[in-house]
């Protein structure tokens, strides 16, 4: 794949790998490590991508395994971050308790709520990506819409 073409990937998914990236991570900097790593891991492939969505795809597994290799190293286990402040979300101000209260669930409620509400996906794509049954991603998807509603207090 040469530069040009990974450049374009960026353009395109850049934006989307963060956003998931941070829903795991719920660090900015952190995220942006994810992020790199996995667009340093596009470089190191010789996929090829039969489509747009494909692309996608793969890097969303990829970013979560990212993520997910991040999460159980050994630093991060024994090092204690406070939490930095929310406040550099991008989102707009009329979504951010929304959003706040996603990052605030489980990791499966909230990659499964990320990746159907956020980014459209359907419980048999996110099946798929997360390796889990249909069945069991809209169990995550109904629980993690209730408990959505109890922390946002529309029980």
């Given at each position: 794949?040469?530069e040009h073409m990974?450049r374009e990937?960026?353009e ?8 998931l ?6 660090n900015?900097?952190d995220?942006?490590?994810?992020l790199?790593?996995t667009f340093v891991?596009l ?10 969505e494909h692309?996608?795809?793969?890097l969303?597994?990829?970013?979560g395994?990212?993520?997910?290799d991040?999460l ?5 286990k024994?090092?204690t971050?406070d939490?930095e402040?929310?406040s ?14 996603v ?7 909230r990659?499964s ?8 996906y359907?419980s048999?794509e996110i099946a798929?990506l997360?390796?889990k ?9 109904a ?6 509603k ?6």
């Amino acid at each position: 794949m040469n530069e040009h073409m990974i450049r374009e990937i960026y353009e395109r998914h850049a934006d989307n790998v963060y956003r998931l990236c941070y829903s795991y991570l719920k660090n900015t900097e952190d995220a942006k490590d994810a992020l790199q790593n996995t667009f340093v891991r596009l470089m190191k492939t010789e996929k090829e991508f039969e489509s747009v969505e494909h692309e996608k795809g793969w890097l969303i597994v990829t970013a979560g395994n990212v993520c997910k290799d991040m999460l159980k190293s050994f630093w991060r286990k024994k090092v204690t971050i406070d939490d930095e402040s929310f406040s550099n979300i991008p989102v707009h101000d009329e979504n951010r308790e929304l959003l706040l209260a996603v990052l605030s669930l489980p990791v499966k409620y909230r990659i499964s709520l990320y990746l159907h509400y956020y980014e459209g996906y359907t419980s048999a794509e996110i099946a798929k990506l997360m390796k889990k049954s249909d069945g069991t991603v809209r169990g995550y998807l109904a629980k993690g819409r209730d408990l959505l509603k109890e922390r946002l207090g529309e029980v």
